[in-house]
T-cell receptor
Framework: GAVVSQHPSRVICKSGTSVKIECRSL??????MFWYRQFPKQSLMLMATSNEGSKATYEQGVEKDKFLINHASLTLSTLTVTSAHPEDSSFYIC???????????FGPGTRLTVL | QQQVKQSPQSLIVQKGGIPIINCAYENTAFDYFPWYQQFPGKGPALLIA?????SEKKEGRFTISFNKSAKQFSLHIMDSQPGDSATYFC????????????FGTGTRLKVLA
């Protein structure tokens, strides 16, 4: 149980385009989903927290207009990187938490490369 | 006060050894402490988690020791195997709040065959 999927696993795009990453909880309802960014050999950096049906809460320093997060259902959250630039290239990971539970279950990650 | 300090940064042990990874925190409001294992190019996977009312928890070859007074907790991997070579992260969260994790900086473990 507690499986979280992400799609796509890898994406390469040109500078200036937008990229959408999906995060799905496959066998539970996720009241809260989290989006992280991870640079090579570094820890996970929380970008934002989203609760189903509510606006996402962004961490300090994260541009909400650049990283659009939508959590429209209890099993799906999306992260859209708008007008991507090479410095947005990173490993993006989502996690999901079920109501009443303390544990976050992580997706497999999405490697974004912006040329 | 929101930091979780993790050490060592990297660790090399022989097969069968018992690597120990340590984490320390300041915020006494933290009440949930999970450990995650991450392989290159993959998402973190939950190993084991503990709450402050328990001093030790075992799951398979993984053991967490928790010292509430010292505000420290550690992960022990018994009979380590080359397949345990990965990066390990500790985390802390406040379960009555946003449930956000504060992650440690990670420990890269290599188990030699």
């Amino acid at each position: 149980g507690a499986v979280v999927s992400q799609h796509p696993s890898r994406v390469i795009c040109k500078s200036g385009t937008s990229v959408k990453i999906e995060c799905r909880s496959l066998d539970f309802q996720a009241t809260t989903m989290f989006w992280y960014r991870q640079f090579p050999k570094q820890s996970l950096m929380l970008m934002a927290t989203s609760n189903e049906g509510s606006k996402a809460t962004y961490e300090q320093g994260v541009e909400k207009d650049k990283f659009l997060i939508n959590h429209a259902s209890l099993t799906l959250s999306t992260l859209t990187v708008t007008s991507a630039h090479p410095e947005d290239s990173s490993f993006y990971i989502c996690s999901a938490r079920e109501m009443g539970a303390d544990t976050q279950y992580f997706g497999p990650g999405t490697r974004l490369t912006v040329l | 006060q929101q930091q979780v300090k993790q050490s060592p940064q990297s660790l090399i042990v022989q097969k069968g050894g018992i690597p120990i990874i340590n984490c320390a925190y300041e915020n006494t409001a933290f009440d949930y402490f999970p450990w995650y294992q991450q392989f290159p190019g993959k998402g973190p996977a939950l190993l084991i988690a503990i709450r402050p009312d328990v001093s030790e928890k075992k799951e398979g070859r993984f053991t967490i020791s928790f010292n509430k007074s010292a505000k420290q907790f550690s992960l022990h991997i018994m009979d380590s195997q080359p397949g345990d070579s990965a990066t390990y992260f500790c985390a802390a969260s406040i379960t009555s709040g946003t449930y956000k994790y504060i992650f440690g900086t990670g420990t890269r473990l290599k188990v030699l065959a």
